[in-house]
């Protein structure tokens, strides 16, 4: 066995208590209690068209049900294409999932039903997967065979390879030479023929598990082009990482994707020359993260993340990292984690090590990375003022660079959508774009890619300042990853957008200066989770944002106070000299079975200048006064005046 030493297991069954089994036996039923059921065509297609159309949420799976699909929301039914493919994608998952989790009951208690279904479901898999035909047509992606695309096939074969790694010295030689050439080598060998010449967290997966395979049959062949070769794990390593640390496609979920993946093959491979752990790498990338948290200890919920995706997870990563690194951090993370629930996974079997007795918390005072693109400014309990400033990051990224999120009390206020799954309408029609974010949107179109820069950040007593621009002069440089063209460049060509941020104890303002010589239609975006609780004579107008509705305008003569309430009551101060409507309407919360307000500021002057005041006790008093070049913000209650 080359994943676990023998020291390892012993461990591991010393550890393992009644309810560990238990749950792992409830966590695989929909294979172990019925006949093994395997495709005997390549019929499964993509998990991401599982979701309910209208709400953006995943369907119920029912392993008794391949052809009706229901609607956790509201009960209905779906049928047919893309939902059969996809029930068929969720079942190959399960199938993999259950070589590598009943290998572990069987290695754990002896038992041999789960060694006899383990290799009921490899052999199964081995007589059909040669024959399996190459399909595909999944956005960015390479095809698949037993399902499609490519990153999907690495990941099935790698469950295949660790519960093969688990139960090998108990097949017949006929068992073993059957399966290792008609489904492992053969899905290497698919593998290596696909994956793409990009920098990618798919091609982290595709790498890992070919070298995974490479490690199982000691094929060095397999082990060299996963690691070694152009686009392999280390070139991956060296080329895809910001300087800051963070995986370029920008997303945490990706940046501890990516991470998975490497872990994966580094248990096969840490004692071996292949293995990268000694580079100063994996450690970078373990702990950037945890300088990033938000007030209610999730991850800034940025780029390709869907519900659930931002929450602080990953035990299987830490405590791996925490048994090689020793790093304490890792511990405190993981000590965390199990104040939730026991630590009774099966990386923590393994691998698990004394915990420190201090937990995780969110790191104090503010997190200024302009390598990894971010600053959090967190000066009060619960509140953080998150701003994105890194470069674009390819296909997982959205079209929203300055974008703003901001915490008080707790919880999201300007919230950053994320998304939904990846073929629901609303991913491509709605979340990704640029006005389902707080920033800058030219024509109702998407920013095309470019460069942020810090133009200044101070932080001072009672004050923090960053100034942040962003401009479409010309052409940035795009990432060595496959992308798809979704912005306008005509909208945007020749505009500079410059953000200014002061975060005051009871204050965040927001100031934005555009240069539209075109004189395109400009709006300042904001995305705020409260109830409006008063009403303005204004009057309906159309907006030109899909799925957005209920639209109403009023035109911005100097300022204007809007009152939400959410946990507590905010009022945001909106000002401008220009000739500026105020618009308000509503569009889909994520998941869309709820609406969020929406606040802009339009106009199409040459030079626009805008400023939002939020004020965090809902209660202040603010004026705003433009002197020449200067705007002062007026803090009447304390008397306070901050220039901009």
């Known amino acids: 066995m080359k994943q676990f030493t023998q020291t390892q297991i012993a461990a591991a069954k010393a550890r393992v208590t009644p309810e560990i089994l238990r749950r792992l036996v409830e966590n695989n039923r929909d294979v172990l209690d019925h006949d093994t059921l395997v495709p005997q065509t390549g019929c499964a297609t993509w998990n991401h068209y599982f979701y309910c159309p209208e709400h953006s949420v995943r369907l119920l799976w029912d392993r008794k049900s391949p052809n009706k699909h229901r609607c956790p929301i509201d009960g209905a039914v779906f049928t047919g294409e893309p939902y059969y493919g996809a029930w068929w994608r969720w079942l190959n998952g399960l199938n993999a999932k259950a070589c590598y989790e009943l290998g572990i009951l069987w290695l754990l208690t002896d038992d041999d039903r789960y060694l006899n279904k383990v290799i009921d479901i490899l052999m199964q898999y081995a007589r059909y997967y040669p024959d399996y035909e190459e399909h595909g047509g999944i956005p960015y992606n390479g095809p698949g065979k037993a399902n499609a695309q490519t990153l999907c096939e690495a990941n099935c074969h790698a469950d295949f390879a660790r519960g ?3 139960v090998s010295a108990a097949l017949t030689t006929e068992q073993y ?32 598990t070919i070298g995974i395979i490479g490690a199982l049959l000691d094929d060095e062949t397999y082990l060299q082009f996963a690691v070694s070769s152009r686009y392999g794990l280390l070139y991956q390593l060296e080329h895809a990482l910001l300087p800051g640390g963070l995986w370029f496609e920008g997303s945490l979920h990706y940046h501890y994707y990516a991470l998975q993946g490497f872990m994966a093959f580094e248990k096969f491979a840490q004692n071996s020359a292949w293995s990268l752990l000694d580079k100063p790498f994996y450690s970078t990338m373990l702990s950037l993260p945890l300088t990033l948290l938000m007030p209610n200890m999730t991850l800034p919920k940025v780029n390709d993340c869907v519900n659930g995706q931002e929450k602080l997870s990953h035990a299987d990563i830490y405590e791996f990292a925490f048994s090689y690194y020793g790093n304490q951090e890792y511990g405190q993370l993981l000590a965390y984690l199990y104040t939730a629930g026991p630590r009774d996974n099966i990386d923590a079997l393994f691998y698990g090590q004394p915990l420190p007795m201090q937990t995780l918390s969110v790191p104090q005072g503010n997190e200024h990375n302009p390598d990894a693109g971010f600053t959090i400014i967190r000066n009060a309990p619960g509140r953080a003022v998150c701003i994105k400033h890194g470069p674009y990051g390819g296909e997982h990224d959205h079209y929203d660079r300055l974008n703003l999120i901001v915490f008080n009390n707790y919880s999201a206020l300007f919230p950053d959508l994320g998304t939904t799954g990846y073929g629901a309408p609303l991913h491509y029609g709605y979340y990704k774009n640029t006005f389902s974010h707080n920033t800058l949107c030219v024509n109702g179109l998407n920013q095309p890619p470019a460069l942020p820069r810090i133009v200044d950040y101070q932080q001072r007593e009672g004050e923090t300042r960053l100034i942040t621009e962003v401009d479409w002069l010309s052409a940035a440089a795009l990432p060595d990853s496959k992308t798809r063209v979704e912005w306008d460049d005509e909208s945007y060509r020749d505009i500079v957008f410059r953000r200014t941020i002061v975060v005051t104890e009871n204050l965040l303002i927001d100031k934005w200066d555009v240069e539209n010589p075109h004189y395109q ?30 639209a109403t305008e009023q035109p911005l003569k100097g300022k204007t106070e809007v009152r939400y309430q959410a946990d507590v009551p905010v009022s945001i101060t909106c000002f401008s000299t220009n000739n500026t409507a105020l618009i308000k309407a509503q569009g889909p919360n994520n998941p869309s079975t709820s609406m969020i307000e929406y606040l802009l500021l339009r106009s199409r002057d040459k030079h626009v200048s805008s400023v939002f005041v939020t004020d965090f006790t809902g209660n202040g008093k603010i004026d705003i006064v433009k002197n020449g070049d200067t705007v002062s913000v007026i803090d009447l209650t304390l008397n306070q005046e901050y220039s901009l």
Do not use: W
């Open 521 to 550: 239609c400009v709006d300042a975006v904001y995305h705020i989770n409260a109830a409006a609780t008063q009403a303005t004579p204004q009057n309906d107008v159309r907006i030109c944002y899909p799925y957005v509705k209920q």
């Open 164 to 166: 093969f790694d688990i």
């Open 177 to 208: 030479d059957y399966i290792a050439d008609r489904l492992l080598r053969c899905g290497a060998d698919f593998l290596m023929q696909h994956r793409s010449n990009q920098i990618h967290n798919h091609e982290v997966k595709i790498n890992s």
